[in-house]
């Protein structure tokens, strides 16, 4: 089992930064992949980033690609999102989702475990 428990969201004008970080409980942080996956008013849960199982890989939607960063600490069991350049299309619950895979998933039904959810909402 793994338990994951996301923070960093909260409120910020367009162009600003957030950075949404997951805390990992259980397994060993190195046996699964990482991923965040968001979910706007209205909309299906859609893939943002992902990362693998030691960091030497990650993966973007195209709407995350210049302006998010998907990374992790094993040593700490914490995996982070930085989020730049925001904008108002963004805002959404920001999930955090881990996956025993061995190759790094890009959809949600591929993922073993999801954290509760953390809102970010970028003002116009």
């Known amino acids: 089992q793994v338990q994951l428990v996301e923070s960093g969201g909260g409120l910020v004008q367009a162009g600003g930064s957030l950075r949404l970080s997951c805390a990992a409980s259980?397994?060993?942080?190195?046996?699964?992949?990482a991923g965040w996956f968001r979910q706007g008013p209205g909309k299906e849960r859609e893939f943002v980033a992902a990362?693998?199982?030691?960091?030497?890989?990650?993966y973007y939607a195209d709407s995350a690609k210049g302006r998010f960063t998907i990374s992790r600490s094993n040593a700490k069991n914490e995996v982070y999102l930085q989020m730049d350049s925001l904008k108002p299309e963004d805002t959404a619950v920001y999930f955090c989702?881990?996956?025993?895979?061995?190759?790094?998933?890009?959809?949600?039904?591929?993922?073993?475990?999801w954290g509760q959810g953390t809102q970010v909402t970028v003002s116009s």
């Open positions: 989702a881990a996956a025993l895979a061995v190759v790094t998933p890009t959809t949600p039904n591929r993922y073993d475990y």
């Open positions: 259980g397994r060993t942080s190195s046996n699964y992949a």
């Open positions: 990362i693998s199982r030691m960091g030497s890989r990650t």
